[in-house]
């Protein structure tokens, strides 16, 4: 693998993917408000149980299950721009329904689950499309620069968006405070329309059959799990959503019922991860060099989100505020240096028409896990209490380093110069997830 040449210019100069940045800063800001809203309206005025509240974030991730793989293969056939800008004003609307029923005091809880469910149906498409979208937009060699800005807003939005969030949730109440997310996904709209780059659609013989989508589907997954270090990340990430989400699912019930914190203190908490975040997006390529490679800051990173987790069953209940902030500064540290890492990885080693297909086949496997962590940990608190969910998921979360450490992940010193359909003819680790033939 030869070295790429370290880019002599930076992105402000690409007008497209300043319009792209800067739409996608506000809707992650107005996401923070929902992120929190949401839990909040469902906690304390739709007064739902453990049970109900976990299914809030069941059906949130369970679209990725039921509509990522055959998502993927419609973005590899489509222009991604379109599906972005869809997925934006889908979500809008959506969240405008939300303050809308409960004005006219018919809002349920079935309301709220359903609209998490079509919500996700919507991010699902965008987050495929959108991680899809920018090895299109911008130059090779301005990968890692384009993910670590994309990511500096979402750490920045980590960071103020939640204390923000409860501010707003405490002056507005939660619903009318998800009225200004639908705005924000508005304006990302705006922002994306104006985006003129071409993308090119894969070239296919005139005589060729029509593409069918089991083939095609397979195929991403096939790459995926077969791949010397795309089944690697998958399994990591993957094992770490599963347990983090059984403590996540019931950590603001936790946080509300057993350690009496509102939702400014809540905000704050969370807003720990924006701290650690965005200082991690910040030092990217700094850190890839002091590490010794791209390999290292993949793994290593990856010890930090797997242990902070340890932080919410250990905090005190007189004062927990600080031990769960420095667990939720590590957390968002280790957990945001890891995915501008291994994302930036991911688009540099993938084929321009298996992108699509990529993305969402490790969006299947690895989100495709929290439904099934959020099920459990709701029924883990329902059974034996909020405290012990949390136990279990940050145990388990402890491992989920393991694969990337002793795999030859760890090995890599550099992107690979060109992308390669090339994968291992060996038994993937995540055989028994799929079937045989798509293995």
């Known amino acids: 693998m030869r070295k790429l040449r370290r880019p002599s210019g930076g992105l402000w100069a690409n007008g497209d993917f300043v319009k792209l940045w800067s739409g996608q800063s506000i809707s992650e800001f107005g996401s923070q408000v929902s992120a929190l809203a949401i839990p909040l309206l469902a906690a304390t005025q739709l007064h739902a149980s453990p049970l109900a509240f976990s299914l809030l974030g069941v059906l949130g991730f369970l679209p990725f299950i039921l509509f990522a793989l055959p998502a993927g293969v419609w973005i590899d056939r489509l222009r991604r721009r379109p599906i972005l800008i869809f997925g934006d004003a889908g979500r809008a609307i959506l969240l405008t329904l939300i303050p809308l029923l409960w004005a006219t005091h018919v809002l349920r ?14 991010t699902v498409f965008f987050d495929v499309a959108y991680q899809s979208y920018l090895p299109s937009l911008v130059e090779r060699d301005h990968l890692v620069e384009g993910n670590a800005k994309l990511q500096t807003t979402v750490s920045a939005a980590q960071t103020t968006g939640p204390a923000l969030a ?3 949730v405490a ?3 939660a619903p009318y405070a998800i009225a200004l997310d639908a705005v924000s996904f508005v304006v990302s709209t705006a922002f994306m329309i104006p985006i003129r780059k071409l993308e090119t659609l894969p070239e296919r013989a005139p005589d060729a059959a029509k593409p069918k989508m089991w083939p095609e589907l397979k195929e991403g997954v096939h790459y995926v799990v077969r791949h010397r270090y795309l089944k690697w990340i998958a399994l990591s990430t993957g094992s770490s959503n599963f347990f983090g989400q059984i403590a996540f699912a019931i950590v603001i019930l936790y946080m509300q019922r057993s350690l009496h914190l509102g939702s400014i203190a809540i905000g704050v908490v969370f807003a720990g991860m924006g701290v650690g975040a965005i200082v991690a997006s910040l030092t990217a390529t700094r850190l890839e060099r002091l590490v010794g490679g791209i390999g290292n800051a993949i793994w290593m990173p990856s010890v930090l989100f797997s242990t902070a987790g340890l932080s919410f069953p250990l905090a005190p209940r007189s004062f927990p505020i600080p031990v769960l902030v420095v667990g939720t500064v590590l957390f968002g540290y280790g957990g945001m240096a890891y995915n501008i890492a291994q994302v930036s990885l991911r688009q540099a080693i993938t084929p321009e028409r298996l992108q ?14 929290i439904p099934l962590g959020t099920l459990i940990g709701g029924l883990l608190a329902t059974a034996f209490g909020l405290r012990s969910a949390l136990w279990v998921g940050a145990i388990g979360s402890v491992f989920a380093f393991l694969p990337l450490l002793l795999s030859s992940v760890r ?7 060109a992308p390669t359909d090339v994968i291992e003819p060996t038994i993937s680790p995540l055989a028994g997830v799929l079937p045989t033939d798509a293995v």
Do not use: C
């Not at 699509?356 to 896990?369: E, F, K, L, P």
């Not at 090995?411 to 110069?417: G, N, Q, V």
């Open 411 to 417: 090995s890599l010193k550099e992107l690979p110069a």
């Open 166 to 168: 409860g501010v707003l």
């Open 356 to 369: 699509g297909r990529m993305n969402a086949s490790m969006r299947w496997i690895v989100w495709g896990t």
């Open 171 to 173: 002056a507005l109440t």
């Open 109 to 122: 809880m079935w309301h709220l689950l359903a609209l998490q469910f079509a919500i996700g149906i919507f």
